[in-house]
Every structure is written in structure tokens, then in C-alpha cells.
């Protein structure tokens, strides 16, 4: 199998706690993967240090073959490595297509020239159009983005995350704090845009993540408690009693 993103005894302690522990991750091309776990076990701080808002106490972590360990979040993202809120938070009152075209720009080095005539922006439309129907927001691009529900907003993040042509998308939650309707949208468009790049996802919905998950990883306590497709970890005991009582009901997809 093709490796896109490793990590070899990936350790992260904060003053003697340790938060992630020697986490071996091996990340498919071409797969969605997602980090599941309990509240506390080291989602967050895993994907912090994959994209160098922490740095590592211990382990190495490998992008595409090379040590990426000790290289600024600036340079991982020129590498491919883009999470989605590095470059999504909307501006709310430009337009949609104003905040696809923003991170189009950011893509072309062009982000600060302030006092250049907007119509030098005009020949990014038709890629943000492009974008913006890949994420079905296509009819919505002339609305101020303050006017989208919060589902389409995330949607929209989607859209300027894949302006900056990602090898490697990180998504944090997702689908957090959304109704039935946007989950199912939401859940959709990650399948959707998974054709042709690798994602790596923390997600608490366990009914997103076994219906587009290849591969699950699963966390306990900041360590590796399994590691498989849904259908072999969700019978694991062990992950079962992790997540106990209706959270274990949850992961059996009730």
C-alpha cells in the first residue's frame, strides 16, 4: 500500500501528561481515514501536531516519505498538508465566490496586493465557480456569506480548503453542532471531493464515519487502542468498552 502520512512513536506530554503516546499512524493515498476516540483522547492534540501548531516531545512524522518533524505549519501547508481551518474561516460579509476567490489567491502569492484594481481577480471566477459546484454551493455565490446556514457555511470551508489544491485535507470535526440534514450533506460532499486526494478526518459521528471511512483509528488516553475498517473495530471489546453505554450503542451504528 501507497503511504501519504506516517508517524513513528508520536508523543506529545505537557507537564508530565501525556497527551498523545506513541502513535504509530500510517495514512493510505487515496483513503479517507478517521481518527475516532472519547473525549479526551488526544484527537486534537494528534492533528495539532500533524499540522505543527504543537511540536512533538518525542517521534517523527512523515509526509510522503519525508521527515516533515521539525518544518514550520506554513511550510507543511505549501507541501499539501492543509487542514480546514488553517485557510477557511468565511469572511462573512464578502460574497461566497469572494471568500473561494480569497483563497485562490492565497494559492497564486497574490493575497496582499491591496491596491491593485479588482478586475485582475476576475480570471479566478470561473475556477471558484468550478469549486463552489463541487461543494453544490454554485447557486449561492452572489449571497453574502453571512446569509448561509451553518452546514453551508462548512461547505463553503470545504470549498476554499480545496482552492489551495490539497494532497492531504484534514478535517476537524466536520459535522460538529449540525442537524440530521447538513450531517447528510456534509457526509456527501466529503465522498465527493475524496476522488482524487487522501483525507484524514477526527469525527465523533460514527454513523459519517462508517459509512465513508476506509480506514479507522481509534484512540484511547492519547495511545492506539485499534486500528481497522468499521466493521472489524466496531466489534473490538476493548473499543467497545471505551466508549460504554450509549456511546458503545453509537458505535454499533444504533
Not at 87 to 112: C, D, M, W, Y
Request: proline share 4%.
Amino acid at each position: 500500500m501507497d503511504t501519504i502520512l506516517e508517524t513513528r512513536g508520536l508523543t506529545k506530554e505537557f507537564k508530565g501528561f501525556v497527551a498523545v503516546n506513541q502513535v504509530d499512524l500510517k495514512v493510505q493515498r487515496g483513503h479517507i481515514h478517521a481518527l475516532i476516540g472519547p473525549n479526551g483522547a488526544g484527537k486534537t492534540t494528534c492533528f495539532n501536531l500533524l499540522t505543527k501548531f504543537l511540536i512533538p516531545t518525542r517521534g517523527q512524522i512523515l509526509f510522503n516519505g519525508s521527515d516533515i518533524t521539525n518544518e514550520s505549519p506554513a511550510r507543511i501547508a505549501r507541501r499539501g498538508v492543509i487542514r480546514s481551518f488553517q485557510i477557511s474561516a468565511v469572511f462573512p460579509h464578502l460574497t461566497v465566490l469572494e471568500n473561494v476567490r480569497v483563497a485562490l489567491q492565497r494559492k497564486l502569492g497574490t493575497s496582499f496586493h491591496f491596491w491593485r484594481a479588482e478586475s485582475i481577480l476576475e480570471p479566478l471566477n470561473a475556477r471558484a465557480m468550478e469549486l463552489l459546484r463541487s461543494v453544490d454551493l454554485d447557486a449561492y455565490a452572489a449571497l453574502p456569506t453571512v446569509e448561509l446556514s451553518y452546514g453551508r457555511k462548512r461547505a463553503l470551508e470545504i470549498a476554499t480548503t480545496l482552492a489551495m489544491d490539497p494532497e492531504l485535507m484534514l478535517l476537524d470535526e466536520p459535522t460538529q453542532g449540525m442537524g440530521l440534514e447538513d450531517v447528510d450533506r456534509i457526509r456527501q460532499l466529503i465522498k465527493k471531493v475524496s476522488a482524487n486526494r487522501t483525507i484524514l478526518m477526527v469525527e465523533h459521528n460514527m454513523s459519517v464515519v462508517s459509512s465513508i471511512a476506509d480506514t479507522i483509528t481509534v484512540l484511547q488516553r492519547g495511545a492506539t487502542l485499534a486500528e481497522g475498517p468499521y466493521a472489524e473495530v466496531s466489534k473490538n471489546p476493548a473499543v467497545m468498552e471505551a466508549y460504554m453505554g450509549s456511546a458503545d450503542a453509537q458505535l454499533q451504528g444504533h
